[in-house]
Each structure stands twice: as C-alpha cells, then as structure tokens.
C-alpha cells in the first residue's frame, strides 16, 4: 500500500476567480517520491496553474512528509488555518499517514511530529537538516568531546518523549535549567503545537494520564514566555523606522536591514500596520502610503528565499570553520551572522541534531552561536 498521496482538490483562482481543479500533495513519502521530496526543498511542491488565466501559485493545501530513514515526520497546515482546523487537518493527515504503514513497520518516532508554519517553512527545516547533514562530517571548531551516542534503535523512545519526561521531573530551578540545556528542542515555538497534538491523540486513545503529563508539559512551557526567544517589540525604535522611511532602493532596504536586524522580525509588520493606522487618522496620507510601501517591501525581503539560502549558507560556513581564522573569515563574508535570526537558526540546528542523536554537532552549533553572541555583543558595546 502507497503511502505518498495526493489528490485532486476543487480551486479558485485568487486572480480571475474561475474554478478549477487540479492534483494536489497531501502525503509526501521521501522513500516512495525522492523527486517530490527534492521538489519540496526547492519549495515547487503544490504550486498550481489557473488554466483559465495562466496565474501561478501555492494551492495553500496541508502537507505531511515522512522518512522512515531518519524517523522524521513534518506536518505543514493549510495557510490561513484557524487553530481548530490545524489540529483537524494535521489529526486527519497523520491518522491516514499511519494507517497506510503496515502494522509492524510502525515505529514510535511517528508520534513525535515536527509542526512547520507553512510549507516553505517545511521546505527551510528540511534544507537545514540537509546541512546538518553535511556539516556533521567537517572537524569541530570546538575542543573534542565524548563520542556521539548510537543512533537510537527503532524501539527506543521519541527524542521529544525524553525531552518531556525531563521536564516533567524537574523539581527545582536548577534542574529546569539542566533539563532545558540536555533538551533544547524544548525551546523551539513548534514543540508546544506539537504537544497539543499529541496530548488530543493520548486522549483520543484512553491514555488520560500519558494526556496530562504532555499537557503539563505543554503549559510549562507556555508559561516560560518564549525563553529563548529575543523579547517581542512593541514599538518600532526611531532611528530604525527614520531610516526605513529613506530607503528609495532595494539596496538602500538591505543596508537599513544589515544594521537593523530587526526590522526583519514578524512583529514589525504589525508595529507598521499601527503606524499606518496613526497616520491616515491624522491625515497624513502621504505618509502612509510611504509607510504601507515599506511594509510591502520587509514583507517581501522577509519572505524572499534568497534571504533564507544566505543565511543557510552562512551557517554551513560557520560550521566548517575549523580555527579562529576561518570563523573571522565566515563573519566577515557573511555579515547576516551577527543578526537575532541566525542566533536562533543555531539554537534550532543545535535542537535538531541533538533530537537527530548528534550530541557532539549540537555541542559545536551551541558553541558557535555563543562565540557569535560575544562578537556581537563587543560590536554593540564599541557603538555605543
């Protein structure tokens, strides 16, 4: 029995709003479909074309993807969806997932679901994993450690089992802390959707106190605020917004965004959207064209997939660096190193490989990112 599927979906064209219908991916099988999968990285995966007016773009369907080989499961939700619909949908997909797996070929791993905001965000975690992957075999920048565990047998427990369990047991301060530093996956945004998920399978099932726990779990983590995450802005910082209205030029906005990082981060379209509101109230309709422009425009650049391949490529470079030498020579090419969004791409390369039983890569990514923290924190304090 195939477990790749797709299907033929009933669409309309957000351009001329004609109706069509047209093959769509629901089920991704790396093992069956190994040209989906690579289309998948190169994000081609469920763009449709209106036969009535030639326009082109994502069919805005939800996609699972599965690898048996690396007991990896990644679940992608409709875009727009509602909180209620992604847990239908991801419900729904993962039970047709696991029913078209023989019985005995069904392994614990697929329970532990990786959850992506979309599916180029599925596209951007399985081209980092591919990096991993590859920068797994250069030599570590970091002194020698204790050899790599095993990889973990079929039998053996989800990585984010474990990760909950330590949780869990964390009694004091001390011990949350250590449980957060052996388990880093803990602190990635996805985990807590992913354990809503699975606590409504425990439930679905009778397992009411296996359910508890992973709800437990889950609201700890709600409660720690995001830790590892940079405090969410409420207010666009003068010179950052000053110099983001003189932007005439494409490369203009890059240079603002080089030495404002966080014009990059998602809450600035919100702060913008604000400051376009406060505008046209006071009549400033100009402005608020100009303002709207410039959202466009960090929306655009936020979403550019050239912007996350720089940034990948920056890492992988981070990563092979071997000495002192060539770290210098990896933040000198790639500047986008010293921003908040590649401290956190090392958090999450850090939390992959350690769920992907690569403790001594995970070592060397968290040993990086604070090496990168420390030159960006001797920038800063020379600025200032």
Known sequence: MPISYRE????????????????????????????????LRREEVNIVTCPHCGARGPAGAPLIYHDARARRV????APGSADHEIREQARDLHALLVGSID???????????????????????????????RASAAPPAAPPAAPSPAPPSPTERPPLLAAVEALLAADTAADL???????PELLDPATIATLTQLAEVAAAQGEHEIAQGLRNARDLLSGMSNRSEPERLTEIPPAALQELLSA??????????????????PEIDELLAIEIETALASDAEQLAQLLEARRIALAAF????????DLEAAIEALLLADDEEAFAQALDQYPALLSEAAEQALWEFAAEARAGGDEELARHAIACRELVRRVRAGLEQDRS
Not at 177 to 183: F, R, T
Not at 302 to 309: E, K, L, Q, S
């Open 248 to 265: 005439h030029s494409d490369a203009e906005l890059e240079q603002v965004i080089a030495r404002h990082p966080l014009l990059l981060r």
């Open 74 to 77: 990644l679940f992608a939700p």
């Open 103 to 133: 019985q005995e070929q069904r392994r614990p791993y697929l329970a532990d679901v990786d959850i992506a905001q979309d599916v180029s965000g599925m596209a951007h975690l399985l081209r980092r994993i591919d990096t991993r992957q």
């Open 177 to 183: 802390e250590q449980a957060l530093s052996d388990h």
């Open 302 to 309: 936020r979403a550019a997939p050239a912007a996350g391949a």
């Open 8 to 39: 033929q979906a009933p669409l309309t064209c957000p351009h001329c709003g004609a109706d069509f219908s047209a093959d769509i991916w629901l089920i991704i099988d790396a093992d069956e479909e190994p040209e989906v999968a690579a289309a």
